[in-house]
């Protein structure tokens, strides 16, 4: 009976102090930003490749569009901008890199619009006086 009584103290010795060591460690707020940047990272770089194939298609489809409207009248290239669909998310970071890189692709298609169309006003034949 004192054998049994020896060994359930023993056993009861290793499961109390496994049980108090064993636990799981804690999270730094280090490794919670990690873990947050390392996200928005991944957000970022993905948004990056679909942000330029869509503005290297509007500025194929969309600029020629553009230019017609701006020679037209020139109030009408703001109904192109003027569409409201802004970026929005709970990561801050990502959402202002994101909303960096369309104002970027904006004022790409901005200049390719008033390249164009300068090039073609001057473009028109000029008669020469004789």
């Known amino acids: 009976m004192l054998k049994r009584t020896i060994k359930f103290m023993i056993y009861c010795i290793i499961i109390l102090f496994s049980g ?3 636990g799981t460690p804690e999270i730094t707020p280090f490794e919670i930003q990690h873990f947050n940047d ?3 990272e991944a957000r ?5 490749p679909s942000i330029r194939s869509n503005c290297d298609s509007l500025m194929v489809y969309l600029v020629p569009r553009m230019v017609d409207s701006f020679l037209k009248d020139s109030v009408l290239l703001l109904t192109f901008f003027d569409t409201g669909n802004l970026y929005r998310s709970l990561d ?3 959402e202002k890199i994101v909303r960096q890189l369309e104002a970027d692709c904006e004022t790409s298609l ?8 300068r090039l073609r006003q001057k ?6 006086k004789r």
């Open 20 to 22: 108090c060591m064993g």
């Open 38 to 40: 390392s996200i928005s």
């Open 44 to 48: 970022i770089d993905s948004a990056y």
């Open 92 to 94: 801050k970071k990502a």
């Open 110 to 117: 901005l200049k390719e619009t008033y390249r164009r169309a």
């Open 123 to 128: 473009l028109k034949p000029v008669q020469h």
